[in-house]
């Protein structure tokens, strides 16, 4: 009998109705390379190994990932470690991938900035979230949900929300709702982004303080200088608006101004 260990994350799933849409929505082919972060007791695992061809899974906890380790299916490869540290250029190195994963809710944040770094690997993902994770991932500009991570996600992904989930579908049940996302690759990214990192920077500067207006909290954010009320102009942006009224476009814009006016 394994008890689940707070430390990790571990609450695993126990309604087969959502087990059901999360493989569903995967869409596996007897082909498909599958990643599984947190196999834990194999809720999604053992349908993963029935219908893909090969599955890696990444599994922190000792126990468990013995445990996989002595299973006999050949298509199974177990990496025992910390998801966020181990290499994932080195371990997913015949891309494409999908990835299917009931995210420990305390790395979901930087799981994600790691699937950004590495989004060319995969060709789908189905990631469990804590609901509002998944909100803001989902929503559009001038709501409070909308912020860096749906500007930088959507910039890359088709993001739909695929079922909600409430705390009973897990034992032990956590105190938050969950929400399954699935995440489709966009072939390039929706609007045309000269400097990625310096792109993510902008995006950070216009929703660090997200009660000042826009260019106050780009002055804040170390991106002040003489001509920036006339770069915002150019970019047809008003500088007294916030940064979370900023579709896409208008982002790419600002930071095009910026990267020009401020190299
Ligand atoms: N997939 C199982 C399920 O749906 O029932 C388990 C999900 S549970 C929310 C999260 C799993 O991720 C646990 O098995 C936990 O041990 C594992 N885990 C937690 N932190 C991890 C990390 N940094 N790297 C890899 N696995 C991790």
């Not at 609450?11 to 599958?34: H, Q, S, T, W």
């Not at 126990?63 to 990496?79: I, S, Y």
């Not at 305390?106 to 790691?114: R, V």
């Amino acid at each position: 009998m394994h008890r689940p260990k707070k430390r990790f994350g571990q609450n695993f799933l126990r309604d087969p109705n959502i087990v059901r849409k999360i493989i569903a929505a995967a869409g596996l082919e007897p082909g498909d390379r599958v990643v599984e972060i947190g196999p834990g007791l194999g809720a999604l695992t053992e349908h993963l190994l029935e219908a893909a061809g090969r599955v890696h899974v990444l599994e922190i906890d000792r126990d468990l990932a013995r445990q996989w380790a002595e299973r006999p299916e050949p298509n199974l490869v177990v990496h025992e470690g910390d998801a966020l540290r181990l290499d994932w250029a080195v371990l997913f190195d015949h891309p494409p991938y999908k990835m299917v994963a009931n995210l420990p809710y305390n790395i979901s944040s930087q799981i994600l900035f790691k699937v950004l770094e590495h989004r060319e690997r995969f060709s789908r993902l189905i990631l469990m979230f804590q609901k509002e994770v998944g909100d803001r991932l989902c929503a559009s500009p001038g709501g409070k949900d909308y912020g860096i991570l749906s500007v930088l996600f959507q910039l890359w992904f088709d993001i739909k929300k695929v079922t909600p989930v409430p705390p009973g579908a897990f034992f032990p049940p956590p105190k938050v709702h969950s929400s399954v996302l699935r995440f489709e690759p966009l072939e390039a990214p929706r609007v045309p982004v000269a400097d990625h990192r310096f792109f993510a920077r902008v995006v950070k500067g216009a929703f660090s303080q997200r009660r000042k207006t826009l260019r106050n909290a780009l002055v804040g954010s170390g991106f002040g200088f003489e001509g920036l009320d006339e770069a915002l102009q150019v970019a047809g942006i008003d500088p007294g608006r916030r940064g979370e009224t900023l579709d896409l476009a208008e982002f790419a814009r600002l930071a095009k101004v910026l990267m020009e006016a401020n190299p």
